[in-house]
């Protein structure tokens, strides 16, 4: 029973990769999310260091997004040697770029996977309804892999229909998660990828640790619990969803 993990930010992590895929032996691979240019250099290189192991993606988180017209150039040069595009999106919680540039930013992500027919990573908090109509209005559901979603009944329903793939993490086992829970038991096997989003969102029975790719394992548990779905299916189908959507 082989992983993968579709958002781990390797590059990121302050610790040596080389030990945490080491640790990771059930994950056959993992994309390694760009959040801003260097990041997404940086990708690019754990991807040359481990190839196969590791893919790359280049993108602007919207954390940073006021920073896209600078960033925006060394993004787009290096869109063509990479998985996906991204992390973008839209993060309305900590509003640390103003609204509208994390907006012009996350179309011109869009944009970006559009013309290069890429797979988008979008991160969605507290923006359901404005990144909705943005996928909604661009037609780039299909390529979307929502990250880390946290959406109920109500929003998983209104996204699905957009044709989007969710990708769980950690918080789906949190004793806190009831309402994404709730959210995953609609999602069809298809559309569903599991992710750890190292070094953050750590699962039980290791929540608050520093997270890594070897814990992908128990998101994809919980998820099986959800699904009332054995586990090596549930591995199964999410590394072949992740295997379409990112190495097509």
């Known amino acids: 029973m082989t992983w993968v993990d579709t958002h781990c930010h390797l590059q990121l992590d302050g610790r040596e990769p080389s030990v945490l895929l080491d640790r990771a032996s059930a994950v056959d691979w993992m994309v390694a999310p760009g959040v801003d240019a260097e990041s997404s250099r940086a990708s690019l290189a754990l991807a040359g260091e ?4 590791v893919l790359p993606t280049a993108g602007l ?44 930013s996350f179309r011109g992500h869009i944009e970006l996977a559009l013309s290069q027919s890429k797979p988008i990573i979008v991160h969605c908090r507290d923006a359901f309804a404005r990144i909705h109509d943005i996928i909604d209005e661009t037609g780039v559901g299909g390529q979307t892999v929502l990250h880390s979603w946290t959406g109920g009944t109500r929003w998983t329903k209104r996204f699905l229909d957009l044709g989007v793939t969710f990708s769980f993490s950690g918080p789906l086992a949190f004793e806190t998660g009831e309402t994404i829970r709730f959210g995953a038991a609609l999602v069809p096997p298809d559309r569903a990828v599991v992710e750890t989003d190292t070094p953050y969102l750590a699962p039980p029975p290791h ?12 998101v994809g548990r919980a998820l099986a619990d959800v699904w009332g779905t054995p586990v090596e299916e549930v591995a199964a189908v999410t590394s072949a969803n992740a295997t379409r959507i990112f190495k097509p």
């Not at 481990?50 to 192991?53: E, V």
């Not at 993004?75 to 907006?103: H, K, N």
């Not at 929540?207 to 128990?218: H, I, K, L, M, T």
């Open 61 to 104: 988180h919207p954390h940073e997004a006021a920073s896209w017209p600078e960033q925006r150039e060394a993004i787009e040069e290096m869109a063509p040697g990479v998985a996906a595009i991204g992390e973008t999106g839209l993060d309305f919680y900590r509003d640390l770029s103003p609204r509208d540039q994390q907006e012009a």
């Open 50 to 53: 481990f190839p196969g192991r």
């Open 207 to 218: 929540r608050g640790e520093q997270n890594e790719p070897a814990w992908v394992v128990f």
